[in-house]
């Protein structure tokens, strides 16, 4: 490669191989599910978002299917041209009655959900502050509104409470992750929206890994804490998690929703999702309405894997969610410990930096409702044989 930009790609892409952080893709050749086959080999997967097992589910397969009968492959143009069909229009009615908001509308992805609350609500002068674990949506979307960008301690709502409480003037957005994605723990919810009440600030929050999961009824962390609108004014959730679809939605109040339609450069200016996709979130969120089991086996499997791991003496964060990761320290270590783990026919990816700090980089375990107890016993199993067998390598007996 030729000029400053080839050598400059060429040396960027041999340093994140010698420091263990160049990332390859995986192939895969079925149907998502906790069986999968990758590469070519068979493998046990503890590394999907798909927390209720529902992205290969028959139901949504065949609703996808229907609709994409029914309203075609794409939708052809911008949901301000000619692209919002009449299944989108149900969807977000039927998003808004789930989480017990005014409006809700549809965004093609989290990360695009994000952009567009920050750019249509922030002006210059205004301020937004974020949890330093939040994700990198959120993050970028508040480096980009325009607005003063502050970062508060993880998880830590007397801090926020000061920063906002030093503001001079302008409009206040907190943005927080509900449930984290790379630590799995849960975002104090109560106390930031006290503190955002008392100093008169909006609070946002990405349900991406709380919504469907978490709450009696799958709603969500602000079910888990019992918050309404006026206590997070805005709630980003996707669907291509626990819905096991594709897709976001952001829900509130009218006057967000309008807003959003007619600011929001990430709704505004992008070809809206395929009806189908549509189409399998509905069959979604009736299996998640009728089905309270697959939450309840799923809190289930996250005990006995925690109960597990702490039998091997492995350290876990404070999550009662499905992500249990397992932190390592350093890439190249958890590289191994991954690639140990494969050898055994289980798939777990490394989790390294940036995504997260340096001297965290992990296995992110998650769970889902579709695994059974005996293929936590299996991941167990296999993690105290991986385990030992690098531990002896490391000590030169091997």
């Given at each position: 490669m030729s000029g400053l930009l080839g050598r400059r790609l060429k040396n960027d892409l041999a340093e994140r191989e010698e420091k263990s952080l160049y990332r390859r893709r995986r192939v895969i050749e079925s149907a998502t599910g906790v069986h999968a086959r990758i590469d070519?080999?068979?493998?046990?997967?503890?590394?999907?978002n798909d927390y209720l097992g529902l992205a290969s589910d028959p139901r949504l397969v065949e609703a996808q299917c229907n609709a994409a009968r029914k309203y075609g492959a794409g939708s052809g143009a911008a949901h301000l041209v000619t692209g919002h069909q009449r299944i989108h229009h149900e969807l977000e009615e039927r998003l808004a009655d789930f989480t017990g908001r005014e409006r809700a509308l549809l965004f093609s992805t989290g990360y695009m959900a994000n952009l567009g609350i920050a750019s249509a609500l922030l002006e210059r002068g205004d301020r937004v502050f974020e949890d330093?674990?939040?994700?990198?949506?959120?993050?970028?979307?508040?480096?980009?509104?325009?607005?003063k960008f502050s970062r508060y301690a993880h998880n830590d709502a007397s801090a926020l409470e000061t920063k906002l409480?030093?503001?001079?003037?302008?409009?206040?957005?907190?943005?927080?992750?509900?449930?984290?994605?790379?630590?799995?723990?849960?975002?104090?919810?109560?106390?930031?929206?006290s503190a955002c009440r008392k100093h008169e600030a909006w609070l946002a929050v990405d349900d991406a890994h709380g919504i469907g999961v978490l709450g009696e009824n799958g709603r969500g962390t602000l079910e888990h804490f019992g918050l309404g609108q006026e206590d997070v004014p805005v709630l980003m959730g996707t669907l291509g998690k626990a819905f096991g679809s594709f897709g976001a939605f952001v829900a509130g109040s009218e006057a967000l929703i309008e807003t959003l339609i007619n600011r929001a450069r990430t709704y505004i200016y992008t070809t809206a999702l395929p009806a189908a996709a549509a189409g399998a979130s509905l069959a979604a969120l009736a299996i998640i309405a009728s089905e309270p089991e697959r939450r309840a086996h799923l809190r289930k499997l996250v005990v006995c894997f925690r109960e597990g791991a702490r039998d091997l003496g492995l350290a876990l964060a404070d999550s009662v969610t499905p992500?249990?990761?397992?932190?390592?320290?350093?890439?190249?270590?958890?590289?191994?410990?991954?690639?140990?783990?494969?050898?055994?026919?289980?798939?777990?990816?490394?989790?390294?930096?940036p995504t997260v700090p340096e001297g965290t980089a992990r296995l992110r375990?998650?769970?889902?409702?579709?695994?059974?107890?005996?293929?936590?016993?299996?991941?167990?199993?296999?993690?105290?044989?991986?385990?030992?067998?690098?531990?002896?390598?490391?000590?030169?007996?091997?």
């Open positions: 070519g080999g068979d493998v046990l997967a503890f590394c999907s330093r674990l939040n994700h990198a949506s959120l993050i970028d979307a508040g480096l980009i509104s325009g607005a409480a030093s503001r001079e003037s302008g409009a206040a957005l907190v943005m927080t992750d509900g449930v984290y994605s790379m630590d799995g723990d849960v975002a104090p919810l109560d106390a930031l929206a992500i249990q990761p397992i932190v390592v320290g350093d890439a190249a270590s958890a590289m191994r410990l991954s690639d140990a783990l494969l050898a055994r026919g289980i798939l777990v990816t490394a989790i390294r930096p375990v998650t769970l889902s409702a579709a695994h059974s107890e005996e293929d936590v016993d299996r991941l167990l199993e296999s993690l105290s044989d991986a385990l030992e067998k690098i531990g002896s390598e490391t000590d030169g007996r091997n």
